[in-house]
């Protein structure tokens, strides 16, 4: 890694490795990771050891980690503006981007930032309308808000309710955002198990939207095993009343009812048995998608929206527990998909776990057509070892435009925001970086950066406990960043090239130009 220098100096050789690692062994005791709990299903805030809280505070004391709340970041990044949360008291989640907003999810609805001044936001709107995890995308006046948590009705007035009674309400919420100021709430699609995140295809008169959902069971009457496609809506734009399921195709085909991807554990122990996709990545103008689906991560073809025909198919039984999320490089040449071991709850960023595991991990994509495969090259992971009450693990990250490199900034919870280079697949190496010291010193609690991405010259955080950040990245090496610009951005529908042609601007919403 390239030394780096901050406004205090991050020193990395820590001594918090066992407590660390008991601490991760204690919350894996029970099964193998599963995605960031919906609030309710872990406690906000667990009690460490006194040995565990006694070394994260010496550390702090030390100064080998930054001191509670306390902010470091390399030289090459700057922090221009931190808004707090506000009338969403909930987790904050996901982020798009549309001209010169930003649409921040939360567990409690969803906010709308006008970021036309990047060093001084200001909130335009928020709308009340709970429903974890609230993972957010727009196009064109259409949001889109995943509910992944058993709701009484499709309302935003909805409370919780066991998914065992068949009236319980899960899926996708769409809002018409023509006036920011005052979204309107226009449609609402139930999907099987819900809707944990969703990845929009759009197209000119329809958007298709893949719903990715898991953990089937037989006493929920909306969520039946085998569990092992995704749902596809289609939602016309101009009558978005109409959205519909339209399709449920099997990525996982296999006999008995577990379908046919990874059986997990005791198979593989430690490994997230494949009953889904968590999370899509598609990039229309190569007619790709890839798919981080727990025990699984998967190569395929979306020429047709509706019927994606999977081209390969990868494991890793060994360091990876969750495949979470996937992000192609500019080239479509490189696929990284990431690993959320620990859920996202896990203080798994330390010398004891390793730089393995919760990590990303780099495929280069070879051959052509149906015979392309996935071929393993490296992981990657921040070296910045976090203390014991820091819950750290690979997440949301996005491409940064640089044509003839391939650049990412990334978020990685309490661990900050990350700022790496994968030009060469084998050799990944941070850098730059920013982030905060632990939420306490004697207890673990979920916090830190949920997504980071790079839009039209700037870094946009969405702290899931401090708020909303915007960081400013001043490198050579991403210099050339800054002429990209972009009219929208989902960060799970890649944007195609730089507009060449107006054929190109028709096709492809959110075409970027130079």
């Not at 998967?298 to 390969?312: A, G, N, Q, S, Y």
């Not at 052509?368 to 393993?376: A, I, S």
């Not at 690979?394 to 900034?409: F, T, W, Y």
Request: charged share 20%; glycine share 8%.
């Amino acid at each position: 890694m390239t030394p780096l220098h901050t406004t205090r100096v991050r020193r990395r050789r820590l001594g918090v490795a066992a407590a660390a690692a008991g601490l991760l062994a204690t919350l894996l005791a029970a099964g193998p990771a599963a995605a960031t709990p919906d609030p309710g299903d872990v406690p906000a805030e667990r009690k460490v050891s006194s040995e565990q809280a006694a070394a994260a505070k010496a550390l702090t004391t030390s100064g080998e980690i930054p001191a509670v709340d306390e902010v470091v970041h390399s030289d090459n990044i700057q922090h221009l503006a931190n808004i707090p949360k506000d009338a969403l008291p909930g987790t904050n989640s996901d982020l798009a981007f549309q001209g010169t907003y930003a649409f921040a999810g939360n567990y409690d609805g969803f906010r709308i930032f006008d970021i036309s001044n990047p060093r001084a936001p200001r909130t335009v709107s928020q709308v009340l309308c709970p429903g974890s995890q609230n993972d957010i995308s727009v196009s064109g006046d259409l949001l889109f808000l995943s509910t992944d948590s058993s709701r009484s009705d499709n309302s935003c007035a909805s409370t919780s309710q066991p998914a065992t009674e068949k009236s319980s309400w899960e899926g996708v919420k769409v809002f018409d955002i023509s006036d920011k100021r005052n979204p309107k709430y226009v449609a609402a699609v139930e999907t099987a198990c819900g809707s944990h995140t969703h990845t929009l295809v759009p197209e000119r008169r329809n958007v298709y939207v893949y719903v990715s959902s898991y953990s089937p069971n037989a006493t929920f009457p909306d969520c039946q095993p085998p569990h092992d496609g995704i749902s596809v809506i289609k939602v016309p734009r101009n009558a978005p009343e109409k959205s519909a399921v339209v399709g449920f195709p099997v990525l996982f085909p296999g006999e008995g009812p577990d379908g046919g991807g990874n059986p997990g554990s005791p198979t593989n122990p430690g490994v997230s048995k494949t009953t889904g996709c968590h999370d899509i990545t598609v990039l229309p103008s190569k007619d790709l998608a890839a798919g981080a689906c727990m025990g699984d991560g998967i190569l395929f073809d979306i020429r047709d929206p509706e019927r994606p025909k999977v081209i390969d198919r990868v494991q890793d039984n060994v360091n990876f527990a969750f495949w979470h999320s996937a992000t192609f490089n500019q080239g479509a040449d490189k696929v990284v998909f990431t690993d959320e071991l620990g859920g996202g709850v896990g203080a798994t960023c330390n010398a004891e776990i390793g730089p393995k595991r919760g990590a990303d991990g780099i495929y280069d994509i070879v051959g052509k057509g149906d015979q392309r495969k996935l071929v393993f090259r490296s992981y990657f992971k921040i070296d910045r070892h976090q203390a014991a009450t820091e819950n750290c693990v690979a997440h949301n990250g996005s491409l940064i435009p640089v044509k003839g490199r391939d650049i990412m900034v990334q978020a990685w919870y309490q661990g900050g925001v990350s700022v790496w280079e994968f030009t060469d697949s084998a050799k990944p190496r941070e850098i730059a970086y920013f982030e905060r010291g632990p939420l306490t010193t004697d207890t673990i609690t979920t916090g830190g950066s949920w997504s980071a991405y790079y839009y039209n010259g700037y870094i946009y955080s969405n702290d899931i406990a401090k708020g909303f950040d915007v960081l400013k990245l001043e490198d050579r090496r991403t210099d050339a960043a800054k002429r990209v610009r972009m009219h929208e951005l989902n960060v799970q529908t890649q944007p195609a090239p730089p507009c060449r042609s107006r054929a190109m601007k028709r096709k492809w919403a959110g075409c970027s130009r130079t």
